[in-house]
Nanobody, 120 residues
Framework: VQLQASGGGLVQPGGSLRLSCTAS????????MGWFRQAPGKEREFVAV??????YHADSVKGRFSCSRDNAKNTVYLQMNSLKTEDTAVYFC????????????????WGQGTLVTVSS
């Protein structure tokens, strides 16, 4: 199983980015697909997960970020709006057991990460 994340970059506060994560070797609609982020000097933290018809977002991003899935492309997305400087981090996608799972230990496979920098 391989997960390829992309879409990171430099954006000003208040701006938007959309991250993509394309899977090979596993169908994204059969498993939980999560997004995590890790800022410098901090632990990796849960951002969002989509599993089946269910989605859940961390309180810190609720109302600003939205995860979605395109089964035909075997790809999941993280739409990030109203970005803040504190959203700056490396963002990772991951695939794990089905369900609304929020711990890193629930995920078996990880993408390589994509850097999001929010700065003026």
């Amino acid at each position: 199983v391989q997960l390829q994340a992309s879409g990171g970059g430099l954006v000003q506060p208040g701006g938007s980015l959309r991250l993509s994560c394309t899977a090979s070797g596993r169908l994204v609609n059969n498993y939980a697909m999560g997004w995590f982020r890790q800022a410098p000097g901090k632990e990796r933290e849960f951002v969002a997960v989509i599993s089946g018809a269910n989605r859940y977002h961390a309180d810190s991003v609720k109302g600003r970020f939205s995860c979605s899935r395109d089964n035909a492309k075997n790809t999941v997305y993280l739409q990030m709006n109203s970005l803040k400087t504190e959203d700056t981090a490396v963002y990772f996608c991951a695939s794990g057991r089905r369900g609304i799972v929020m711990f890193t230990t629930d995920y078996e496979y990880w993408g390589q990460g994509t850097l999001v920098t929010v700065s003026s």
